[in-house]
């Protein structure tokens, strides 16, 4: 438009001479202009305002947007080809493809490519007093045209300002213009430029072009991830990566952006130090999707650390304790000759579940997924398998049911070793170099040079799996009702009964045992144990009906709150008259608490019933005394920290009931506790402890035989 330019400030951020201000800040300035504004009548109103403005981070002064002659790559000839390669990424999370990203290429602006500074890659430029311009491409094109370029000429400045060029139009002197490049052009062009191509490793460079995978934080939509597809658009007209992950930033645990400036930024020493590099990946891995924000404290890492890592680290040093006490030789004793029980099978089905899903979620880029797969699978390994089937690992010999727990065990730990190699790289090398290493000299040197585990399709139990995941649910229904009875876990209880779940006998036999139940019986209908007490939904009903809310209460008391629950799940109504209103109430008019008969406690999760049956017969009575006499007696092994092969005698001084039921349950308390003698008196010396059994009081002391 011919406008022309008019620049009232100075470098210094100061008001040009012929203002009013001459000289001053043009912050200080602010209101001498209001006073000058006010004076000629022109200020309509003055009023501060809170707004967004840049400060800079060293100093925390205001930054001035400032307006200079650029160099520019007119980007918006290439708008159209921006935008077809851009939509060519697989991009994570998928939104940023035609969301952020996506915006930002489809309004492009030109480049502004030059920067007025002294360090910088050169903008390689030169210009003639007659105003020609040329672009050298090259050293070897610098040497031809220059006068006296020497061989090791150094690129940058000064040097390179001091090469004269001999103008190829005219014959004048050209000397290269002062700016250099914005250092968001290197970074574009490291794709080829780290290869020096294309002046060499033309073969090494098309074989690694584009990239497969790249990733940074959401911020490098505007810097990086823009400035390799605009140079890969403009040099190869493709974007130069395939797939990029976009990262959320890490925030402090308020969720504010972590500065120096709050003093909330947490050194990464301090955690790598305390809590260590494997904790702090995993804490990343599994917090949330990694595109988004993640708050992030030493605490929050220290819990993962304590709940995974933790657990993993119990059980693989389970395996090793009693590893070392038999001498287990994995090569005497291969997973393929072990007579594996249901939980084996299991287990190994369960393994080859998440390997796939692992792999699976790893080449797709979902890695907090197959993080989360993971940390699941080791708790069902701790809390379910080692839980249930520690006793195997105690028994004499390396035979059957001992030999298959030790076998499957340890492939289960050397696979985990494998999968977490990605993830915790250190706690994997550790478990692998003991358990592999060790056994296997001729092994690769390391996890990370080994072959990453593979999926065993054979292995896999579909089935098997869903009856596994259904006696779990039933079992943590079971704990669940033990502690709202407040029955203590070893008194046996008469029955358990499930509506909603089945398993077959094999599976059954585990809840029956863990749970401490001499029954368990599927039904279709648990009415003869529960009913539901019904209450009106205050906030759909009292606009609707006001004063009769009372009524209504009262009227739903009255109903059988089995045949109305019943009759809602189907979708009917439940209406009747209250005076001379018709109340009509839908599913989410009615809040429903479920109820239980005296002697039975009922809890429901995830559509699954479960009725336990708290009325005790004295048969029960006795055996719950039994086990909690053996219970005391383990603990007190524990405490005298007896190996766990120790044969102990045992001494019991307590009441005549107590006695009695010791008496009748002499057998099941020695073959439990590995004990040879059950007396009213110990060897002198020996210590005795008191305890409370059931009420009873009683003391017990234990010692080596």
């Not at 150094?154 to 700016?179: F, N, S, W």
């Not at 976009?246 to 645990?253: A, E, F, I, R, Y």
Request: hydrophobic share 40%.
């Amino acid at each position: 438009y011919d406008l022309p330019f008019v620049q009232l400030v100075d470098s210094k951020g100061e008001f040009v001479s012929g203002t009013p201000w001459a000289g001053k800040f043009v912050k200080e300035a602010d209101p001498l202009i209001l006073d000058d504004l006010k004076a000629q009548g022109l200020l309509v109103r003055a009023a501060a305002y809170e707004h967004d403005y840049p400060f800079c981070w060293r100093c925390d002064t205001p930054l001035l947007y400032y307006a200079r002659e650029s160099w520019f790559i007119r980007m918006t000839a290439v708008r159209d080809a921006l935008v077809a390669n851009n939509r060519s990424v697989n991009w994570l999370p998928a939104n940023i493809k035609e969301g952020r990203m996506g915006n930002f290429v489809e309004n492009v602006l030109d480049w502004g490519l030059s920067r007025e500074r002294y360090w910088g890659t050169p903008l390689p430029v030169w210009i003639c007093p007659e105003g020609h311009m040329h672009v050298v491409g090259s050293i070897q094109e610098l040497k031809e045209m220059g006068k006296d370029v020497p061989d090791d000429i150094e690129l940058h400045r000064p040097y390179i300002d001091q090469v004269v060029l001999t103008c190829p139009e005219c014959g004048a002197e050209m000397r290269r213009v002062k700016e250099v490049i914005d250092c968001w052009y290197d970074s574009g062009s490291m794709p080829f430029a780290q290869w020096h191509y294309p002046f060499e490793n033309k073969e090494k460079f098309d074989s690694l072009f584009p990239a497969q995978f790249i990733s940074e934080a959401i911020d490098q939509t505007r810097g990086w991830f823009y400035t390799l597809l605009a140079i890969g658009t403009l040099v190869f007209d493709k974007s130069p990566f395939q797939t990029c992950l976009v990262l959320g930033h890490v925030q402090d645990m308020e969720g504010r952006k972590m500065s120096k400036h709050l003093h909330n930024v947490v050194a990464p020493s301090d955690v790598l130090d305390v809590q260590g590099a494997d904790a702090t990946r995993w804490y990343f891995y599994t917090i949330g999707a990694p595109w988004l924000p993640s708050r992030f404290s030493p605490d929050a890492v220290s819990e993962v650390q304590r709940k995974f890592m933790g657990t993993l680290w119990n059980t693989y040093a389970f395996f090793i304790l009693y590893a070392n006490i038999d001498d287990f030789d994995p090569k005497a004793h291969p997973l393929e000759k072990a007579e594996l029980t249901l939980m084996d099978e299991w287990l190994l089905s369960r393994l080859n579940s998440l390997i796939k899903t692992v792999d699976d979620g790893l080449a797709n880029y979902k890695v907090t997924e197959a993080a989360r797969a993971i940390q699941a699978f080791v708790d069902e390994l701790s809390n379910w398998y080692v839980r249930r089937g520690r006793v195997r690992f105690w028994g004499k010999g390396m035979a059957g049911g001992k030999e298959a727990a030790f076998a499957t065990l340890y492939h289960v730990l050397v696979t985990l070793a494998g999968l977490l190699a990605p993830f915790t790289p250190f706690l994997a090398e550790n478990m692998y170099q003991n358990l592999v290493r060790k056994a296997y000299p001729d092994a690769p040197v390391s996890v990370h040079l080994s072959d990453f585990p593979v999926c065993d399709e054979a292995r896999i139990n579909p089935d098997m799996e869903r009856n596994m995941e259904r006696l779990v649910n039933v079992v943590q229904i079971g704990r669940a009702l033990r502690n709202t009875a407040s029955m203590k876990t070893r008194q046996p209880a008469a029955a358990l009964y499930v509506k909603g779940a089945a398993f077959p006998e094999i599976f059954a036999e585990h809840a029956r045992e863990e749970l401490n139940v001499k029954a368990l019986h599927f039904v279709e209908d648990a009415r003869a144990f529960t009913s539901y007490l019904l209450k009106p939904q205050l906030r759909t009903l009292g606009p609707r009906y006001g004063k009769l809310i009372q009524a209504i209460r009262e009227r739903l008391a009255t109903l059988d709150g089995n045949d109305a629950v019943d009759a809602l799940k189907r979708g009917e109504t439940l209406t009747f008259t209250i005076g001379d209103t018709e109340v009509t109430l839908t599913e989410q008019d009615v809040l429903v608490e479920p109820t239980q008969k005296p002697g039975f406690v009922a809890e429901t999760d995830s559509g699954v019933t479960g009725v336990l049956d708290t009325n005790l017969t004295d048969d029960l009575i006795q055996e719950g005394y039994i086990r909690e006499c053996i219970s005391k007696i383990q603990t007190m092994r524990k405490d005298a920290d007896f190996d766990v092969m120790d044969r102990i005698g045992i001494g019991l001084r307590c009441g005549e009931k107590l006695r009695a039921i010791a008496e009748a349950g002499r057998e099941e308390i020695l073959t439990a506790t590995l004990g040879v003698s059950l007396a009213e008196d110990a060897p002198e010396g020996v210590e005795w402890k008191q305890w409370d059994i059931n009420g009873e009081g009683a003391e017990i002391a234990v010692w080596k035989v």
